[in-house]
């Protein structure tokens, strides 16, 4: 699962549906069985593909996603970028690329900060069945 | 005429494989090509999201970001986890993609409401008296029924689709490509759609041996 991945979902349980907690949800607590493994796979650079996600992100949550996963580097607003091939956008699009595009949650798993349920993400692919008593 | 992506990967056993509805699907999404670059391929425009609902072999959202629009984010869901990673792989061997992530789910459970800008659904539609149920597919670990049987009318998936579409569709730019067989009723699922506020276009049909296949587009404007 990509970084990015992380800020397009959020708890399935029906009652978090309405409750500001059930987004993002948190990789601040990995269970033993499944521990938390990321990898870097390589994605080919565009800064405009990066530049045209931009206003799609929820920068909070990203900034907490980054954080729980190891990244404390972004900037606390979302950036403005009027142009993606000035030089002094270079840098900060680069290392979006490759936190957002190139950053694979190989496994682990994400908890809703309202209900505490844990989604599990194995073999990079996010589970969010739910069990039977949870299903309505 | 744009190639159809390959599945060499494809384990038929486990994971529906591509046929005529598939197909018809890669031909609509192909003739919607003008439409869809007008709607989404604009200046200072975010890039799209394209959600594809029960992706099986991944054939469709491959086509679509090979052929249509490159440059778009990609979701795939499936609740079969053969498909889940079958999917990817047939991403892979047709050249990738910048962003696809599969989601293990049923159908858009997890995802942000309001989020999709196109959403594609080549449902379960065949009538049958049975629904598949999960727990019979953990037990058996087969999932190949989720993929082909909707209910009395073949439309139990496509309903619960049809009702919630506005919660998952961008509401501005937002369009679904779904499919329909004629027993369906499709005509009379658009009128009762238009109803309800809803743009519904037929986009095509086609003969696929015994069954009348054919895509609907609905918008909110």
Known sequence: MKLLTANFVQCTVKACGSSPDCFPLHFDQQSPDIPLELAHEDVDYSPEFIYNILPRIEWTALLTTA??????QLPEKKPEIENPHAPENEQLLKDLHTLLLETQVIQGSMRCANCGHIYFIRDSIPNFLLPGHLVQ | MFPTPSTTKLDRERVYEPAEDSFLFLDLLQEELPFLQTRFVTANSPAPLVVELGLGSGIVTTFFHKNILPDALFIGTDINPYACHISKETSKENGNTRYFDVLRTNLWDGLRPGLVDILLFNPPYV???????????VKTDDWLDFALLGGPDGMQVTSVVLDRLAEILNPVRGVAYILFCRR??????AKSMRNRGW???MVDERKAGWEVLSVWKFTKS
Do not use: M, T, W, Y
């Open chain 2, 127 to 137: 009538p049958d008296v049975v629904l598949p149920s999960i727990e019979n597919a």
């Open chain 1, 67 to 72: 954080r729980e996963l190891g990244n404390a």
């Open chain 2, 184 to 189: 369906n009723r499709p005509f009379e699922v």
């Open chain 2, 199 to 201: 743009v519904v276009d």
